[in-house]
């Protein structure tokens, strides 16, 4: 068979289902190969890097996925660098696969020929050109054994065209797929960390994207009820523990974190990190604030990410997974021994904190103020809906006031964050699970980015609602600007004269959505807001399309967050909510905050 024929069957024999991608010249020996063996369901994308994001939705959404891209030379691959980019900063493993000039022009600049190999190195944990037919059988695998073993992340692989049409003998029937390789801790170990635990007063566990990645959330919700130890879920580990759970103790962060998260990370004095980075919107940039008064312990796969950002008291290289097994096994014993503390009293603080140190949502300004519209998606959405978002106020808001419960409800691209993301990911999302409502959230210039992808929505019968949020802002580069005493090339804003009655609101994106096949709706009442959420359910359901719900929004809004980089000089714009009516979606029942 042909080597992109023998590269298919590996693809199957791996799993993989389904890729994304745009044929060109230098790739299409590899799309007839996905032609004629059959077996692998190919979504077209509109742009490459598209492709990319939607792949990263697939893997993030089911756990094994793993979401492949596919693309010809030259651009094609420059084009994937950012999803390559966005999937190594945030442990996902995607395959990105180039098609390439033919081997003896490499060095002869032929059209679209470009060392996509070396351009790649810096963001994928391999990516390599294949110049001899016969590897490529073991290309393939060695690059699905990398993918999963370890720190998971991303391969490209380049394929001249030669090579691709090439003869090779290949038994597909007799391959299989190499052992996956993880760190595990030992016994002694967790043993060791637990002590760090029993010796503190006020512990806090930090549940990272780690856990979700090793499908170990049941694990960590179990071991946090044993110890009774409140939980702090960081921006890609949110879902590790349901928000309405006793023991979430809310988020962290100087930007997307929760009031009475910081002020209950700062009273505690031990913390248990878990598959976790320290990602600096988590700790802010004072790592002398972060670090004051607690001792910490982190377990990471990546044995490199122990002691990256600071050293911990100790730390143990282990994915999560059997690392919580061992972590319940002992905590298990020790409660059976009656040697854990009693921990009710930091328990019963860090949920007064909850009940009175909530944001207020409830708002009747028009133009809408952004905090009702996450109040009306609590309520139209329920707990089974996965949200999908990646960077702006939009997200930020959203994070600080919108409900998760799920493992993977949350997808969300954390270290990257390109603008234009939103969009091909919820579409890789939807495409994983199309039984499961799926809720992408944008501002309007992360929308705009890559518009284009919503045909590919429409074309595929991908339905999906996209909350988009519209000011005609930069809004968060514009509040960055605060400091700086500027409000420099932020602003959207135009008179359509196509459509005047958006006054300055610039872009149709209603006309725009419609013109690629998809359903669409404004509104600027937030009291119609409901309604319109609910519509959009019931045409998402009947057109298998996505939905659009645009909502605009007034001009200038400044969400809470740090000016310093200080998790504990979070500016706050607005009054903490003190009456039910304030914060009807509120995770916990409000009472007034103690004299």
Same mark, same amino acid.
């Given at each position: 068979?042909?080597?992109?024929?023998?590269?298919?069957?590996?693809?199957?024999?791996?799993?993989?289902?389904?890729?994304?991608?745009?044929?060109?010249?230098?790739?299409?020996? $590899?799309?007839?190969?996905?032609?004629?063996?059959? #077996?692998?369901?190919?979504?077209?994308?509109?742009?490459?890097? #598209?492709?990319?994001?939607?792949?990263? #939705?697939?893997?993030?959404?089911?756990?094994?996925?793993?979401?492949?891209?596919?693309?010809?030379?030259?651009?094609?691959?420059?084009?994937?660098?950012? #999803?390559?980019?966005?999937?190594?900063?945030?442990?996902?493993?995607?395959?990105?696969?180039?098609?390439?000039?033919?081997?003896?022009?490499?060095?002869?600049?032929?059209?679209?020929?470009?060392?996509?190999?070396?351009?790649?190195?810096?963001?994928?944990?391999?990516?390599?050109?294949?110049?001899?037919?016969?590897?490529?059988?073991?290309?393939?695998?060695?690059?699905?054994?990398?993918?999963?073993s370890g720190r998971p992340g991303p391969v490209l692989i380049d394929l001249p065209i030669d090579v691709q049409m090439a003869?090779?003998?290949?038994?597909?029937?007799?391959?299989?797929?190499?052992?996956?390789?993880?760190?595990?801790?030992?016994?002694?170990?967790?043993?060791?960390?637990?002590?760090?635990?029993?010796?503190?007063?006020?512990?806090?566990?930090?549940?990272?994207?780690?856990?979700?990645?090793?499908?170990?959330?049941?694990?960590?919700?179990?071991?946090?009820?044993?110890?009774?130890?409140?939980?702090?879920?960081?921006?890609?580990?949110?879902?590790?523990?349901?928000?309405?759970?006793?023991?979430?103790?809310?988020?962290?962060?100087?930007?997307?974190?929760?009031?009475?998260?910081?002020?209950?990370?700062?009273?505690?004095?031990?913390?248990?990190?878990?598959?976790?980075?320290? /990602?600096?919107?988590?700790?802010?940039?004072?790592?002398?604030?972060?670090?004051?008064?607690?001792?910490?312990?982190?377990?990471?796969?990546?044995?490199?990410?122990?002691?990256?950002?600071?050293?911990?008291?100790?730390?143990?290289?282990?994915?999560?997974?059997?690392?919580?097994?061992?972590?319940?096994?002992?905590?298990?014993?020790?409660?059976?021994?009656?040697?854990?503390?009693?921990?009710?009293?930091?328990? /019963?603080?860090?949920?007064?904190?909850?009940?009175?140190?909530?944001?207020?949502?409830?708002?009747?300004?028009?133009?809408?103020?952004?905090?009702?519209?996450?109040?009306e998606m609590n309520k139209a959405f329920g707990p089974e809906t996965r949200y999908v978002t990646t960077i702006g106020l939009?997200?930020?808001?959203?994070?600080?006031?919108?409900?998760?419960?799920?493992?993977?409800?949350?997808? =969300?691209?954390?270290?990257?964050?390109?603008?234009?993301?939103?969009?091909?990911?919820?579409?890789?999302?939807?495409?994983?699970?199309?039984?499961?409502?799926?809720?992408?959230?944008?501002?309007d210039y992360d929308f705009q980015f890559m518009i284009e992808e919503l045909a590919v929505g429409a074309q595929h019968r991908?339905?999906?609602?996209?909350?988009?949020?519209?000011? /005609?802002?930069?809004?968060?580069?514009?509040?960055?600007?605060?400091?700086?005493?500027?409000? $420099?090339?932020?602003?959207?804003?135009?008179?359509?004269?196509?459509?005047?009655?958006?006054?300055?609101?610039?872009?149709?994106?209603?006309?725009?959505?419609?013109?690629?096949?998809?359903?669409?709706?404004?509104?600027?009442?937030? =009291?119609?807001?409901?309604?319109?959420?609910?519509?959009?359910?019931?045409?998402?359901?009947?057109?298998?399309?996505?939905?659009?719900?645009?909502?605009?929004?007034?001009?200038?809004? =400044?969400?809470?967050?740090?000016?310093?980089?200080?998790?504990?000089?979070?500016?706050?714009?607005?009054?903490? /909510?003190?009456?039910?009516?304030?914060?009807?979606?509120?995770?916990?029942?409000?009472?007034?905050?103690?004299?």
């Amino acid at each position: 068979m042909t080597a992109a024929a023998a590269a298919v069957e590996i693809l199957k024999r791996e799993g993989v289902t389904n890729a994304f991608g745009v044929p060109g010249a230098a790739i299409n020996p $590899f799309y007839k190969a996905l032609k004629t063996v059959g #077996g692998v369901d190919h979504t077209l994308a509109r742009h490459v890097e #598209g492709a990319t994001h939607m792949a990263e #939705g697939y893997t993030r959404t089911n756990p094994g996925n793993i979401g492949v891209a596919i693309g010809t030379s030259g651009p094609a691959g420059t084009d994937m660098i950012t #999803g390559l980019y966005s999937a190594i900063g945030d442990s996902i493993p995607i395959l990105c696969i180039t098609g390439q000039a033919p081997s003896h022009l490499l060095a002869k600049e032929d059209f679209q020929a470009v060392d996509i190999a070396s351009i790649a190195k810096p963001v994928a944990k391999m990516a390599v050109t294949v110049l001899e037919a016969a590897q490529v059988p073991g290309v393939f695998q060695q690059a699905f054994h990398l993918m999963r073993s370890g720190r998971p992340g991303p391969v490209l692989i380049d394929l001249p065209i030669d090579v691709q049409m090439a003869e090779i003998d290949f038994d597909p029937e007799t391959y299989e797929p190499l052992p996956v390789y993880k760190p595990a801790a030992t016994r002694a170990q967790i043993e060791k960390a637990i002590q760090f635990l029993l010796a503190s007063e006020r512990p806090l566990i930090v549940a990272g994207g780690g856990i979700i990645n090793a499908d170990a959330s049941d694990l960590l919700v179990e071991f946090a009820e044993l110890t009774n130890t409140p939980v702090v879920p960081t921006l890609m580990g949110w879902g590790t523990i349901p928000d309405d759970h006793d023991l979430n103790a809310g988020m962290v962060g100087q930007q997307t974190g929760h009031r009475y998260g910081n002020a209950t990370f700062l009273e505690s004095d031990f913390v248990l990190g878990i598959g976790n980075r320290w /990602a600096n919107r988590h700790t802010g940039y004072k790592l002398d604030v972060y670090r004051e008064g607690r001792k910490f312990v982190h377990v990471d796969i990546e044995p490199t990410q122990i002691g990256k950002i600071f050293p911990p008291d100790y730390g143990i290289t282990s994915d999560a997974k059997p690392a919580l097994e061992l972590f319940v096994e002992v905590a298990r014993e020790l409660k059976a021994a009656g040697k854990l503390p009693d921990r009710s009293e930091w328990v /019963a603080s860090h949920l007064e904190r909850k009940s009175t140190l909530q944001r207020r949502t409830h708002f009747d300004n028009i133009p809408m103020k952004p905090q009702r519209v996450y109040e009306e998606m609590n309520k139209a959405f329920g707990p089974e809906t996965r949200y999908v978002t990646t960077i702006g106020l939009s997200q930020i808001a959203g994070a600080q006031m919108l409900h998760v419960y799920k493992p993977r409800h949350w997808i =969300n691209c954390g270290q990257a964050g390109p603008l234009g993301w939103t969009i091909p990911a919820a579409l890789g999302v939807a495409k994983a699970d199309p039984e499961t409502p799926v809720v992408a959230l944008s501002g309007d210039y992360d929308f705009q980015f890559m518009i284009e992808e919503l045909a590919v929505g429409a074309q595929h019968r991908i339905p999906y609602v996209h909350v988009l949020v519209n000011n /005609a802002y930069l809004g968060l580069i514009r509040q960055a600007q605060i400091g700086l005493d500027i409000n $420099f090339q932020v602003n959207l804003e135009f008179e359509n004269q196509n459509s005047p009655e958006l006054g300055v609101y610039g872009v149709d994106h209603v006309k725009v959505a419609e013109g690629l096949g998809c359903k669409a709706i404004r509104v600027t009442d937030p =009291n119609e807001l409901g309604d319109a959420l609910e519509q959009a359910k019931k045409l998402a359901a009947e057109h298998r399309v996505p939905v659009v719900v645009e909502a605009i929004l007034e001009r200038i809004t =400044n969400i809470a967050m740090s000016k310093t980089a200080d998790i504990s000089d979070v500016t706050e714009f607005e009054e903490v /909510a003190t009456e039910d009516w304030h914060a009807p979606t509120a995770i916990k029942s409000l009472k007034p905050a103690k004299a």
